[in-house]
């Protein structure tokens, strides 16, 4: 009787046991297997999504979750998640992607013309998701106000009408474009340039839209690898507001092909917009130049920047900020464009000669907008670029990028690794050899700002030194004592020692090897001959909005830029 009992309590034990094996399994191996399920269904999803996107006419993006209350364009059902397209506008849930494609048309780039020059076309309306604090045309009371899909926008004037305020009439008025109609580039108008390519006349000067004397179209160019990564978004925006064929994205299309754009459009009337850092703006310049060299002259755009980069120098200079993070809205941008006023920049010609090798190798050659620097900044900015270069994903932030130009300026401040400059280099200014004094570095301005927003040139303002200009074909020359003095210099503590002014530059490296850079781009430099001269101008489009406490001394300089360019025009 024991034992029966032993071997019950034995074999309830063991039960017991594989119980708890089992139930511990299930509770391990069912969330794998759930887990699992769902990522080979997400893939899937994804799968499918990314088909639709690839064969459909709209612009279709994915987000997990929407930036405002969004309704669906096809079910007008609440939606924290799905797809929007970024030339239009529409908002759909996942299910309904494949209906929305059939039931909804996208921006049109091109349409048939009804007449030449004088066409016209309808309004494009789409309904649901209005831009918040929106009025009607009609009523003027405030759109979208209903928790609900409701509401018309117009995707190309921006107009927007109440469900009960849209007549029969408005689905067929014409279309004025709204607001930036002297920027926008109407479909028709590149249907009619289109038929006399074909035709083979080139006078497309007067096929100017809607009869207007001032129209200035834009063509947008966004680097989305700049800076703070906020080209895509900008990429999006742009086209919503603009014809997207008017909106480029540089890491998938080069300048210059995209420039090609301009010779689709009347003479001397285009602007374009860059949206990134100075060696973006270096970037278009330099395909403007080849334009030049095309015989292409008179198709050459006046350009504006919206500053993505990390020390946006350039674009500091000519009135447009030290940094961009969203604060302003696009359409404020827009605006800035056609109210900024035409300037020249100068752009120089940097050769360098290395010394030796029987001069059977050919001198480098770079083009200067913004300064060439050899010594602590250039050393500085060779460390950033190979440290950049080691791990991109970390240089995302513009507040991160300073950082790391802190880190190696402080670094520098212990090793001095460029001392005794003075040393090693002869400089000539305009044929004239300088005796230099105890130096680290040279800097070779070719505009007011330097450092991510310090003007060097006149350093604490309290000397009488006449202010750089980028127009003038002369460079301004300072030496700085190293990283320490540099950093001085930044916070007004200290002056540059200002070595001249001249219309050419000569820098001989005499001995062992030392870091230069030209707007921003190092390289470890062994002995040679840097010879700085004139190249070219480039039209800039100047924003006077944008002054700070700096600028204020040198708005009449401006002026009279301003007008010797009117002058010259």
């Known amino acids: 009787m024991e034992g029966t009992e032993s071997r019950s309590g034995t074999s309830s034990s063991v039960v017991a046991d594989w119980s708890l094996?089992?139930?511990?399994?299930?509770?391990?191996?069912?969330?794998?297997?759930?887990?699992?399920?769902?990522?080979?269904q997400r893939s899937r999803r994804q799968?499918?999504?990314?088909?639709?996107?690839?064969?459909?006419?709209?612009d279709w993006h994915y987000t997990d979750l929407f930036g405002q209350p969004s309704y669906c364009c096809v079910c007008a059902q609440h939606i924290l998640q799905g797809a929007f397209c970024n030339c239009c506008g529409l908002r759909v849930s996942e299910g309904c992607l494949k209906k929305a494609d059939q039931l909804f048309l996208c921006k049109e780039i091109m349409m048939r013309s009804n007449g030449g020059a004088h066409s016209s076309m309808p309004h494009h309306w789409i309904r649901g998701n209005v831009p918040l604090c929106s009025c009607c045309m009609i009523c003027k009371q405030?759109?979208?106000t209903q928790p609900k899909l409701c509401d018309y926008r117009c995707v190309w004037c921006q107009y927007t009408v109440h469900d009960e305020c849209m007549m029969?009439?408005?689905?067929?008025?014409?279309?004025?474009?709204?607001?930036?109609?002297?920027?926008?580039?109407?479909?028709?108008?590149?249907?009619?340039?289109n038929q006399m390519r074909k035709d083979k006349r080139t006078s497309y000067e007067k096929v100017v839209p809607y009869c207007r004397k001032h129209w200035m179209p834009?063509?947008?160019?966004?680097?989305?690898?700049?800076?703070?990564?906020?080209?895509?978004?900008?990429?999006g925006e742009f086209k919503i507001l603009l014809n997207p064929v008017q909106v480029f994205d540089l890491s998938k299309i080069a300048p210059a092909k995209a420039l090609q754009l301009c010779t689709l459009l009347p003479c001397n009337a285009v602007r374009v917009l860059v949206c990134g850092g100075d060696g973006t703006v270096g970037w278009v310049l330099d395909a403007i130049d080849e334009m030049k060299i095309k015989g292409q002259e008179r198709y050459i755009p006046q350009v504006a920047i919206l500053p993505l980069g990390t020390g946006n120098d350039l674009s500091n200079t000519l009135g447009w900020g030290a940094g961009y993070a969203g604060e302003v809205p696009v359409e404020q941008i827009l605006r800035n464009v056609m109210e900024a006023d035409g300037i020249k920049l100068d752009r120089w010609k940097v050769q360098v000669t290395n010394k030796g090798y029987y001069n059977l190798r050919k001198p480098k050659v770079f083009t200067m907008n913004n300064y060439f620097s050899i010594g602590p900044d250039a050393l500085m900015a060779l460390n950033f670029h190979a440290?950049?270069?080691?791990?991109?994903?970390?240089?995302?932030?513009?507040?991160?990028?300073?950082?790391?130009?802190?880190?190696?300026?402080?670094?520098?401040?212990?090793?001095?690794?460029?001392?005794?400059?003075?040393?090693?280099?002869?400089?000539?200014?305009?044929?004239?050899?300088?005796?230099?004094?105890?130096?680290?570095?040279?800097?070779?301005?070719?505009?007011?700002?330097?450092?991510?927003g310090c003007r060097l040139w006149e350093g604490m303002g309290d000397e009488p030194y006449p202010l750089a200009r980028h127009d003038d074909g002369l460079l301004e020359v300072v030496g700085v004592h190293g990283s320490f003095h540099c950093a001085q210099i930044q916070v007004k503590l200290a002056n540059p020692v200002r070595l001249g002014q001249a219309h050419t530059v000569r820098l001989i490296l005499k001995s062992s090897k030392m870091p230069m850079q030209v707007n921003g781009e190092p390289w470890a430099q062994g002995p040679c001959t840097v010879t700085i001269t004139h190249k070219t101008h480039a039209l800039m489009l100047y924003h006077s909005g944008e002054q700070t406490d700096d600028d204020a001394s040198s708005v009449s300089e401006q002026d009279h830029v301003r007008e010797q360019t009117d002058e010259d025009v």
């Open 218 to 235: 834009v063509i947008v160019l966004a680097n989305t690898r700049s800076g703070n990564n906020m080209g895509e978004t900008l990429l």
């Open 47 to 58: 799968v499918l999504i990314r088909d639709i996107f690839r064969k459909s006419k709209h």
């Open 21 to 40: 094996v089992f139930w511990t399994l299930c509770s391990v191996i069912l969330p794998v297997l759930i887990t699992l399920w769902c990522s080979f």
């Open 142 to 144: 405030q759109c979208g």
């Open 168 to 193: 029969d009439c408005l689905k067929t008025e014409e279309c004025t474009f709204g607001e930036f109609r002297d920027l926008i580039i109407p479909p028709y108008y590149l249907s009619t340039i």
């Open 387 to 452: 440290h950049r270069e080691k791990t991109p994903s970390l240089f995302s932030s513009r507040i991160i990028n300073k950082a790391v130009y802190f880190f190696y300026g402080t670094k520098d401040c212990l090793v001095q690794e460029c001392k005794d400059l003075n040393k090693k280099v002869e400089l000539e200014l305009d044929g004239e050899r300088i005796e230099l004094p105890n130096l680290e570095g040279i800097i070779v301005l070719n505009i007011g700002y330097w450092g991510g």
